[in-house]
């Protein structure tokens, strides 16, 4: 069994800045593509961010040139880094990714982690 553990979430002033991180559980794994999403109360999760095992990105239309998606093969590890944070980015942070582990891809998903922009 393979878990996505998040981190780095917590309350930030607009204008603030946070790094969310997904690592998976065990090693010997390796991370296909991988999302970031969040879900918001009473609205529906959406797609904030994702990266290719290539590296390659695309990101929704309400983060670009703010959020940036990355990510440490080496350490099987996606950061989301959240700068220029507003309200509306209050949410929910899941991270998804399709995890290679005894020779097929299985997609997880992360617990979460809350994100709340307030002064």
């Known amino acids: 069994q393979v878990q996505l553990v998040e981190s780095g979430g917590g309350l930030v002033q607009p204008g603030g800045s946070l790094r969310l991180s997904c690592a998976a559980s065990?090693?010997?794994?390796?991370?296909?593509?991988v999302g970031w999403y969040r879900q918001a109360p009473e609205k529906e999760r959406e797609l904030v961010a994702i990266?290719?095992?290539?590296?390659?990105?695309n990101y929704a239309d309400s983060v670009k040139g703010r959020f940036t998606i990355s990510r440490d093969n080496a350490k099987n590890t996606v950061y989301l880094q959240m700068n220029t944070l507003k309200p509306e980015d209050t949410a929910v942070y899941y991270c998804?990714?399709?995890?290679?582990?005894?020779?097929?891809?299985?997609?997880?998903w992360g617990q979460g982690t809350q994100v709340t922009v307030s002064s």
């Open positions: 998804n990714a399709g995890v290679f582990y005894y020779g097929k891809v299985t997609n997880y």
């Open positions: 065990r090693t010997r794994v390796s991370l296909v593509a």
């Open positions: 990266i290719s095992s290539g590296g390659n990105t």
